[in-house]
């Protein structure tokens, strides 16, 4: 059983940056096509960013060019580097594990909230 805990969420002018965090553990994220979704109030969870085990990734065209995705191996966390934030950022944020070649994101974190203000 992967459980995953996300960290590095707060309040942040607009224009700024965070570096969100999700530690694993109960499995490795090299093992799993690791995801961060964002869903903002009263608003769907949507897509925000992925990164597989061979390391490729994919981001939402709405954040492309500002957020990034990341791994390190060696402490079994995910990273989700996020520049140049909007108001419209403003969301809880969650990381999520799929197992290669599943179609689901199985295991979840219990988010972090992300505050962009104007």
């Known amino acids: 059983q992967v459980q995953l805990v996300e960290s590095g969420g707060g309040l942040v002018q607009a224009g700024g940056s965070l570096r969100l965090s999700c530690a694993a553990s109960?499995?490795?994220?090299?093992?799993?096509?690791m995801g961060w979704f964002r869903q903002a109030p009263g608003k769907e969870r949507e897509f925000v960013a992925s990164i597989g085990g061979s390391g490729g990734n994919t981001h939402a065209d709405s954040v492309k060019g500002r957020f990034t995705i990341s791994r390190d191996n060696a402490k079994n966390t995910v990273y989700l580097q996020m520049n140049s934030l909007k108001p419209e950022d403003t969301a809880i944020y969650y990381c999520?594990?799929?197992?290669?070649?599943?179609?689901?994101?199985?295991?979840w974190g219990q988010g972090t909230q992300v505050t962009v203000s104007s």
């Open positions: 999520a594990a799929r197992p290669r070649g599943g179609l689901k994101y199985n295991y």
């Open positions: 109960g499995g490795t994220v090299s093992s799993y096509v």
